[in-house]
């Protein structure tokens, strides 16, 4: 099986949506498309609620770890890893993982030690490269 896991964002919408609704940057927007299009599930790896279905109803909020310390982020990836390990089992899945270097510098240890095949498409490119990546993939998809 494939999964997709994206990144939260800090551009939102007010109020409670569902989580794939309740992103507004163009990133998460192309991101977003990208893995309904070509993975079996995807869910959203947020600083505050951890793994999230796409379809789970979330209330606006303001965090992120970026600017967090070590100790925090090695907690969150911690709990998330928790979190996917209940929600996918790690035999015959591969995690495409569409989050930059800040969500997944703890949390990719984590899961390829518990037997995940781990894919990052987008490793290295800076956020306009990611947009074009994705544009591309996109446009010329059959």
């Known amino acids: 099986m494939k999964v997709g896991l994206v990144s939260c964002v800090s551009k939102k919408k007010k109020g409670k949506h569902r989580a794939e609704d309740l992103y507004t940057s163009p990133l998460f927007i192309w991101s977003r498309a990208y893995v309904k299009r070509y993975y079996d599930k995807y869910f959203i790896l947020s600083a505050k609620h951890y793994l999230v279905k796409p379809d789970q109803e979330i209330e606006f909020y303001n965090e992120t770890l970026i600017g967090k310390t070590a100790i925090a982020k090695k907690a969150w990836a911690e709990e ?53 990546w994705y544009d591309k993939q996109t446009r010329y998809a059959c």
Do not use: C
Request: proline residues 6%; aromatic residues 10%.
């Open 80 to 132: 998330t890893f928790r979190q996917i390990l209940k929600a996918i089992k790690p035999d015959q899945t591969t995690l495409f993982i569409h989050v930059g270097m800040t969500y997944r510098k703890y949390l990719v240890p984590l899961l390829q030690a518990a037997g995940y095949k781990i894919e990052i498409p987008l490793a290295g490119l800076r956020i306009g490269e990611q947009l074009s």
